[in-house]
Antibody, heavy 120, light 101 residues
Framework: EVQLVESGGGLVQPGGSLRLSCAAS????????MTWVRQAPGKGLERVAT????????YYVDSVKGRFTISRDNAKNSLHLQMNSLRAEDTAVYYC??????????????WGRGTTVTVS | LVLTQSPATLSLSPGERATVSCRAS??????LTWYQQKPGQAPRLLIY???TRATGIPARFSGSGSGTDFTLTISSLEPEDFAFYYC?????FGPGTKVDF
């Protein structure tokens, strides 16, 4: 079964840090771009960060540039999001998702259940 | 690029036809995707490349359009179709349309 499972969310004070992880299974992780999408309470979806299959390219939404770092470990089938200098507006459910197709802007065909980050 | 959706809320009954619109602020060819999201759940890929149903998506869901104007149609609403629907192009998502009854 193709599956993504996020972990690492929690309550953190403004200015603090968190590291989110996503464990992938059921597919060849190293062949897919991967992305993090977040959803603030009662709001829509926002694509936060995306990483190429080999980790050689990364893309970020402007609001997190310089604060968040996306990375991956293909040997362990895992995706990560290091979040520093957290702000109240980073409060959201963070979803890990697989990108369909071979480009950063592809749509997302597999999603995890999400992990909640609260900055307060 | 900005995606706008209309209406914000669509109030219908089971068996009725639902039509959700998405407009892009610039031409996107057919690179437009639709997702469904139910409360407390992750989004689910419905339609990609404007009109291709994703694996396992029922035939009552269809997508159309190209350029800047796109439509998601649910031909006959089932109870499980009452949800939020989002369009997406590259890094941008539309604000969502709630289909409820």
């Amino acid at each position: 079964e193709v599956q993504l499972v996020e972990s690492g969310g929690g309550l953190v004070q403004p200015g603090g840090s968190l590291r989110l992880s996503c464990a992938a299974s059921g597919f060849t992780f190293s062949r897919h771009w991967m992305t993090w999408v977040r959803q603030a309470p009662g709001k829509g979806l926002e694509r936060v960060a995306t990483i190429k299959e080999d980790g050689g390219e990364t893309y970020y939404v402007d609001s997190v540039k310089g604060r968040f770092t996306i990375s991956r470990d293909n040997a362990k089938n895992s995706l990560h999001l290091q979040m520093n200098s957290l702000r109240a507006e980073d409060t959201a459910v963070y979803y890990c998702a697989r990108v369909r197709g071979g480009s950063w802007y592809g749509d997302m065909d597999v999603w995890g259940r999400g992990t909640t980050v609260t900055v307060s | 690029l900005v995606l706008t959706q209309s209406p914000a809320t669509l109030s219908l009954s089971p068996g009725e036809r639902a039509t959700v619109s998405c407009r892009a602020s610039q031409m996107v060819d057919t690179l437009l995707t639709w997702y469904q999201q139910k409360p407390g759940q992750a989004p689910r890929l419905l339609i990609y490349d404007a009109s291709t149903r994703a694996t396992g998506i029922p035939a009552r869901f269809s997508g159309s359009g190209s350029g800047t104007d796109f439509t998601l149609t649910i031909s006959s609403l089932e109870p499980e179709d009452f949800a939020f629907y989002y369009c997406q192009h590259r890094g941008s998502f539309g604000p969502g349309t709630k289909v409820d009854f």
